[in-house]
């Protein structure tokens, strides 16, 4: 069955520290989608990527950037040089079939000034 | 682009009586959309699937009496919760999905039953 862990509930750092999310999936389908949602205090989930099974190029976008290798079922999220903008639950799901998302329990981080 | 609204962002109602939320796709079509449930500290959790047009498509253990779905058209869904009770106090969170099985949240509604 599909599953999302993301391990780390709570991370804190210090402004400026480079932080790593992980997250591990188990799935048996051989085509699929991989996601990252940042939800702010605010409660509004904010699409960060999408990774298809196919495309294990990492990505970059600004301070942010993602590994995804398939020979670990792993797709871990870095921010460099964090903020305390970053503070928030981070999400990553997986396509459940043609529609739906599994999501992990999220990693609430918290970036201290 | 992708814009998704959600009304009321928060609702306080008394037990018993019944509560409608809105959800709208402001500049994409959405033929399906998503309604989700999240407690404090916890994960979304999946309610139903809205596909324009028909029935929703609720997930084991929701009541399908008590969580009324519409999707009349290609820009809203509704989820109205009948007959609230204290326990269906919550945040409920919609969304709609993209071309490739992105999702695009709304803001969510808080719900409060007294």
């Known amino acids: 069955a599909q599953k999302v862990t993301q391990a780390q509930t709570e991370i804190s750092v210090v402004e400026k520290e480079d932080v790593t999310l992980d997250c591990v999936y188990e799935?048996?389908?051989?085509?699929?989608?991989l996601f990252w949602y940042k939800q702010p205090p605010s409660g509004e989930l904010v699409f960060l990527i999408r990774r298809n099974s196919f495309d294990e190029q990492n990505e970059i976008s600004g301070r942010y950037s993602w590994n995804f290798q398939k020979s670990t079922s792993s797709f871990n999220f870095t921010i460099t040089a964090s903020q305390v903008v970053d503070s928030a639950v981070y999400f990553c799901a997986l396509t459940l079939g043609a529609q739906k998302l599994v999501f992990g329990q999220g990693t609430r981080l918290t970036i201290n000034p | 682009g992708a814009v998704v609204s959600q009304h009321p962002s928060w609702v306080i109602c008394k037990s018993g009586t019944s509560v409608k939320i809105e959800c709208r796709s402001l500049?994409?079509?959405?033929?399906?959309m998503f309604w989700y449930r999240q407690f404090p500290k916890q994960s979304l959790m999946l309610m139903a699937t809205s596909n324009e047009g028909s029935k929703a498509t609720y997930e084991q253990g929701v009541e399908k009496d008590k969580f009324l779905i519409n999707h009349a058209s290609l820009t809203l869904s509704t989820l109205t919760v009948t007959s609230a009770h204290p326990e269906d106090s919550s945040f409920y969170i919609c969304?709609?999905?993209?071309?490739?099985?992105?999702?695009?949240f709304g803001p969510g509604t808080r719900l409060t039953v007294t």
């Open positions: 799935t048996r389908d051989t085509t699929y989608y």
């Open positions: 969304s709609a999905r993209g071309t490739l099985y992105e999702q695009y």
């Open positions: 500049d994409f079509q959405a033929t399906t």
